[in-house]
């Protein structure tokens, strides 16, 4: 991946080259760093693979920038173009201090450090495309794009946090600000940090503002809308070797359509199929294609590939990911490597600002629940469903009020894994001991409360911003690609077109009980109907039925659940009772949990130094 690394330290009594070599090897480097400064106090460097990277140094300051942004400021923009994102980044905080980053666009993360000042800046985009990790540490601060490369620093306890594997084990991946390293923190989006003298602050330079009332004529709303698509999806495809992903759904076909319009001749689209019932979407892949003339290129992917790549993406991340539909996305990457694409357009992100997560409209009609009167609510409705029986209808109306009256988020989970059984019959006591368990929760409320909006579509939304993409989707995609030999691009997560969501009211987004309202009118004359009219299926990995039917799929999930017993953190039981629910014919449900399970010990056994960790008794590293 793409990144960049560094510190400032007090002590100046680092050994400079040991300490950037570590944090190289770490974070599988395998170019040569570029330096805009390098020595026991300062260290600014980065990495180039498929995305652009800039560092400078000028007197005090040094700074480096990864990724494609891009200034507001004609001046800055120009001074970017001609010497540098690095030198203009300086030449910004000299002008503005560090409110400089409210004048900086496009997906980026940035270090700056004054030694003048001693003083070090660390930012990241409004989205969360890039991605940023940190340690405040008792000499100074580390920072890199790879949480393994801060782990690795000689100041930085590389040790791993039982919460961040809880946290692990509650989301499928670990959610920012925390990591999976004690200490290791990483920024949410649209946050900056800033180092001075010893103390740190955190702040966010920028918010997305919902409108929550109606505004803005239809028509124009609409004309305004293709515009911006347009010019994103145009913006995007900056290299005559571009393609795109279609998996056939409304996202990806809508960047492939305005790709095509945008090169004037076919465009190369990537499609991944399942021999797998209820799992391949390739019928519509192809009607897209179909219908906006691409040059399609598609692979049906196997259980045999599974094996083979699951190695590899555990590797690849530098936190343990349980994302199934990772494998998909790198060999979609990879295939378009191997025809010569050099980036990729990816359509993740409309669901999250438009409304199209099944989600949003099913917990409207939970919401309906907290019209009714306090009264009614607590003194009459709650007593009579707990002493309804469970049948029938009855059950169902018992298990709405149960739902219900849970509020948002936390009622989002009611269906994890982690609720299924009590977390003393998943976990073991040494690992309970050790963590928070209502975190996961807390982190919820904290992005669902810090909403500019009263209304909750648009503060699930948000939510879903944050954790569906920044946590999980992006770094799902971007690894991928980058493993794959591609850059990515996502054109549907351009700021202005995000802004425009963003005007758009709730009902708008979500009318009833129909979803991405506006987004799928505006298009009813772009976007083949069936596409528009089918329901959403994601993206997923049928792993669960392979690990029935495929030998060699299902002994690598049986070792690796077999080693991960071993490590004081599942309870063997519950590990036992898994593999059995699999058996038992819920296999594509239990097999969710199994792959998060065995990507966790694929991941511990490929990070070097932690193969033979496990939570120990008193063993406290928060």
């Not at 809308?225 to 571009?242: E, H, I, N």
């Not at 009590?422 to 929760?441: C, G, R």
Request: proline share 5%.
């Amino acid at each position: 991946m793409t990144g960049l690394l560094g510190w400032i330290d007090g002590t100046a009594k680092l050994e400079a080259t040991a300490a950037l070599n570590a944090m190289a090897k770490a974070a599988r480097v395998e170019t040569r760093l570029k330096f805009g400064a390098s020595n026991s106090s300062v260290a600014v460097a980065a990495w180039q693979t498929h995305d652009a990277v800039s560092v400078h140094s000028a007197g005090n300051l040094s700074a480096v920038l990864a990724g494609q942004a891009r200034w507001e400021i004609p001046e800055l923009q120009q001074q970017a173009e001609q010497s540098g994102w690095a030198a203009s980044v300086i030449a910004a905080y000299r002008t503005y201090g560090p409110s400089f980053l409210e004048r900086l666009h496009g997906p980026f993360a940035l270090a700056l450090v004054d030694t003048q000042d001693d003083l070090a800046l660390l930012a990241i985009d409004r989205l969360g495309i890039q991605p940023l990790a940190f340690a405040h540490t008792a000499k100074g601060l580390v920072f890199a794009s790879d949480a393994r490369a801060v782990a690795a620093h000689p100041d930085v306890n590389n040790a791993l946090s039982p919460q961040g594997l809880f946290n692990y084990l509650f989301f499928h991946m670990v959610p920012s600000p925390g990591s999976i390293f004690a200490g290791v923190e990483k920024l949410l989006p649209g946050q900056c940090v800033v180092w001075r003298q010893g103390q740190l602050e955190r702040n966010f330079y920028w918010r997305l503002v919902y409108r929550d009332e109606g505004g803005g004529k239809p028509g124009e709303k609409v004309s305004r809308f293709k515009s911006l698509l347009s010019d994103a999806v145009r913006t995007a495809a900056d290299t005559p070797q571009v393609g795109a992903f279609l998996s056939g759904g409304t996202d990806s076909s809508t960047v492939t359509g305005f790709l095509t319009q945008s090169l004037g001749k076919p465009a190369d689209t990537f499609s991944i199929g399942f021999d797998a019932e209820g799992f391949d979407e390739m019928e519509y892949a192809r009607l897209a294609s179909r219908h906006f003339g691409t040059r399609p290129h598609e692979y049906y992917l196997t259980p045999a590939d599974v094996v083979a790549a699951i190695p590899k993406i555990a590797a690849a991340y530098d936190e343990p990911f349980g994302n199934a539909s990772a494998i998909p996305a790198y060999f979609c990457a990879k295939l378009a490597h191997d025809a010569g694409i050099k980036v990729m357009l990816a359509g993740d992100g409309g669901d999250e600002i438009f409304g199209g997560n099944a989600r949003y409209a099913k917990q409207k009609v939970f919401e309906l629940y907290w019209q009714l009167p306090a009264w009614a609510r607590q003194s009459l409705i709650e007593p009579l469903s707990g002493a309804l029986p469970s049948v029938g209808l009855l059950r169902k109306a018992k298990s709405y009020v149960e739902q219900a009256r849970i509020p948002l988020p936390e009622r989002l989970e009611t269906y994890n894994f982690l609720h299924r059984e009590p977390l003393d019959q998943i976990l073991t006591s040494d690992f309970l001991a050790q963590i928070q368990a209502n975190q996961p929760e807390a982190l919820l409320r904290e992005v669902y409360d810090r909403t500019e909006s009263h209304s909750f579509i648009n503060r699930m939304l948000h939510l879903d911003m944050k954790f569906t993409l920044a946590d999980n989707d992006l770094r799902k995609v971007s690894r991928a690609c980058e493993l794959g030999g591609v850059a990515v691009r996502y054109p549907l997560l351009d700021e202005a077109l995000v802004a425009f969501s963003a005007e758009l009211t709730p009902d708008e987004k979500v009318r009833g009980q129909y979803l991405r309202y506006f987004f799928k009118k505006s298009l009813a004359d772009f976007l083949p109907r069936e596409i528009i009219d089918k329901s959403k299926h994601g993206f997923g990995l049928p792993f669960g039925l392979w690990m029935q039917t495929h030998p060699e799929l299902r002994a690598l999930a049986n070792d690796s659940l077999s080693a991960l017993r071993k490590r004081g953190i599942v309870q063997p039981a519950y590990i036992d009772r898994l593999l059995g629910q699999h058996r038992g014919g819920h296999a594509s449900y239990y097999g969710v949990m199994i792959w998060v399970l065995m990507m966790l010990e694929q991941w511990l056994q490929q990070y070097e130094g932690i193969s033979n960790y496990s939570i120990r008794p008193n063993e406290v590293c928060l």
